[in-house]
């Protein structure tokens, strides 16, 4: 497909832009307070003025925002049509794409907003957990030639109706590292609320480390087994189309050495994942497990399989939809939450522990993968402390809940885009 693009050199409204685009994304945690939205503006005004390219800016909901209003879904039916949930829970993104675009052009930088349907992204499954099939760069290099900024919802894309569907929890990974391949981006920068990837989730394990680097397959590993990391189809799609991640903090400090390159060629890792937000379910044999986990992914849904003193489990997210009728033969372990370490030499192991126990039992395994001996071992975590929540994530759904007081009780987690930690849990 031809795409269309800038005849060369030129100046857009003021503002001298050329060659390929950067692709930056910044997660929810940047929108924790309407300043946020200044604070990226600005941020994205600096990287053009400094770099005079132009900008695919993908965001993520207010933090808070998609959890609410699937709160509030939940709150009004039991078991919502897949495009209904989408319609609802996309919104969040939408909102926080007119809200940054309202703020560049407020700070002098002129920004075109995007719909799902001027993405070029297709996707095809439930669609409120759908996958992405094809990415064009036609329809975000017509918006670039006419403006020198774009703003993009992250998670969002169509389906052959041309209805706006949800790619699911953690997907503006995918939709900035979709554009960056389309594009031809050699990298894509990914802003949130952590240092970097690191080796556990620091706001469970304050000794986690964040990594210099990591290569494609030891980030994937991490997701696969429910890591709240790059999501799993984007760190897919930036191996196929080379292009090279960056795991960046917001706001970006610049400091020397902060952040984490995902790439090729060496960067194992060894780390501990966390499953807070999932249920845990055993059957009578492992044959019934893996046609319950395939029907399961089936749906869209992340699964982790594993056994258990002699038991066949597998993890489902907590209440996600359509997911009882395919756990039919199984029993719920209630209370209890999946802690893997993922050792060094490509192995996984298990520990079935109470929720209230996860974060020691994950301090646990953190210490026995990663002793602290000095030499080489990756430089620490700044440690968090406290997930922000942004105060205008009601501006949807005027229900209030109450907000976890401590890093080990935080509650439910978001289940779209706007969560976007960089960090196992």
Same mark, same amino acid.
């Given at each position: 497909?031809?795409?269309?693009?800038?005849?060369?050199?030129?100046?857009?409204?003021?503002?001298?832009?050329?060659?390929?685009?950067?692709?930056?994304?910044?997660?929810?945690?940047?929108?924790?307070?309407?300043?946020?939205?200044?604070?990226?503006?600005?941020?994205?005004?600096?990287?053009?003025?400094?770099?005079?390219?132009?900008?695919?800016?993908?965001?993520?909901?207010?933090?808070?925002?998609?959890?609410?209003?699937?709160?509030?879904?939940?709150?009004?039916?039991?078991?919502?049509?897949?495009?209904?949930?989408?319609?609802?829970?996309?919104?969040?993104?939408?909102?926080?794409?007119?809200?940054?675009?309202?703020?560049?052009?407020?700070?002098?930088?002129?920004?075109?907003?995007?719909?799902?349907?001027?993405?070029?992204?297709?996707?095809?499954?439930?669609?409120?957990?759908?996958?992405?099939?094809?990415?064009?760069?036609?329809?975000?290099?017509?918006?670039?030639?006419?403006?020198?900024?774009?703003?993009?919802?992250?998670?969002?894309?169509?389906?052959?109706?041309?209805?706006?569907?949800?790619?699911?929890?953690?997907?503006?990974?995918?939709?900035?590292?979709?554009?960056?391949?389309?594009?031809?981006?050699?990298?894509?920068?990914?802003?949130?609320?952590?240092?970097?990837?690191?080796?556990?989730?620091?706001?469970?394990?304050?000794?986690?480390?964040?990594?210099?680097?990591?290569?494609?397959?030891?980030?994937?590993?991490?997701?696969?087994?429910?890591?709240?990391?790059?999501?799993?189809?984007?760190?897919?799609? &930036?191996?196929?189309?080379?292009?090279?991640?960056?795991?960046?903090?917001?706001?970006?400090?610049?400091?020397?050495?902060?952040?984490?390159?995902?790439?090729?060629?060496?960067?194992?890792?060894?780390?501990?994942?966390?499953?807070?937000?999932?249920?845990?379910?055993?059957?009578?044999?492992?044959?019934?497990?893996?046609?319950?986990?395939?029907?399961?992914?089936?749906?869209?849904?992340?699964?982790?399989?594993?056994?258990?003193?002699?038991? &066949?489990?597998?993890?489902?997210?907590?209440?996600?939809?359509?997911?009882?009728?395919?756990?039919?033969?199984?029993?719920?372990?209630?209370?209890?939450?999946?802690?893997?370490?993922?050792?060094?030499?490509?192995? &996984?192991?298990?520990?079935?522990?109470?929720?209230?126990?996860?974060?020691?039992?994950?301090?646990?395994?953190?210490?026995?993968?990663?002793?602290?001996?000095?030499?080489?071992?990756?430089?620490?975590?700044?440690?968090?402390?406290?997930?922000?929540?942004?105060?205008?994530?009601?501006?949807?759904?005027?229900?209030?809940?109450?907000?976890?007081?401590?890093?080990?009780?935080?509650?439910?987690?978001?289940?779209?885009?706007?969560?976007?930690?960089?960090?196992?849990?």
């Amino acid at each position: 497909m031809e795409h269309r693009r800038s005849s060369g050199p030129g100046v857009r409204h003021g503002h001298p832009v050329d060659g390929p685009p950067i692709v930056l994304k910044f997660g929810g945690s940047a929108f924790s307070e309407l300043e946020g939205f200044h604070r990226v503006a600005q941020y994205a005004a600096r990287r053009l003025a400094e770099e005079r390219r132009p900008l695919v800016l993908v965001v993520s909901a207010m933090s808070g925002t998609t959890g609410r209003l699937q709160q509030t879904l939940d709150a009004l039916v039991d078991d919502p049509p897949a495009d209904t949930a989408a319609m609802l829970l996309t919104t969040g993104e939408t909102v926080s794409v007119a809200l940054l675009a309202a703020a560049l052009n407020a700070g002098g930088v002129p920004a075109q907003p995007l719909q799902a349907a001027g993405t070029g992204f297709v996707a095809e499954g439930p669609s409120d957990r759908a996958y992405l099939v094809a990415a064009s760069a036609e329809p975000l290099t017509a918006a670039l030639a006419d403006c020198p900024v774009v703003v993009v919802p992250g998670g969002q894309a169509v389906d052959a109706a041309g209805r706006t569907v949800m790619l699911g929890r953690n997907s503006s990974d995918l939709s900035a590292v979709a554009a960056a391949a389309a594009l031809g981006a050699e990298t894509c920068e990914l802003f949130s609320d952590v240092p970097g990837v690191c080796t556990a989730d620091p706001y469970l394990v304050p000794a986690a480390r964040v990594l210099d680097r990591i290569d494609y397959e030891s980030l994937r590993r991490m997701s696969r087994y429910g890591a709240k990391v790059v999501h799993e189809s984007a760190v897919d799609w &930036a191996e196929r189309g080379g292009v090279r991640l960056l795991c960046r903090p917001f706001p970006w400090s610049e400091s020397a050495g902060e952040g984490t390159e995902v790439g090729t060629g060496p960067g194992a890792a060894a780390a501990v994942v966390v499953l807070q937000n999932s249920d845990v379910w055993c059957f009578r044999s492992a044959h019934q497990r893996g046609a319950a986990a395939e029907q399961l992914r089936g749906e869209g849904l992340v699964v982790t399989e594993f056994d258990t003193a002699g038991t &066949a489990c597998l993890t489902v997210p907590a209440g996600a939809r359509g997911s009882t009728d395919h756990l039919r033969s199984a029993h719920r372990m209630d209370g209890i939450c999946l802690v893997t370490a993922l050792g060094w030499d490509s192995g &996984a192991e298990h520990s079935v522990v109470p929720r209230a126990e996860a974060a020691e039992e994950a301090r646990r395994c953190h210490a026995e993968l990663y002793p602290r001996t000095g030499g080489d071992a990756p430089r620490e975590a700044a440690t968090p402390v406290f997930k922000a929540r942004s105060a205008h994530s009601d501006v949807l759904v005027g229900i209030r809940r109450r907000e976890p007081q401590h890093p080990d009780a935080r509650g439910e987690q978001e289940t779209g885009a706007d969560g976007e930690n960089v960090c196992p849990q």
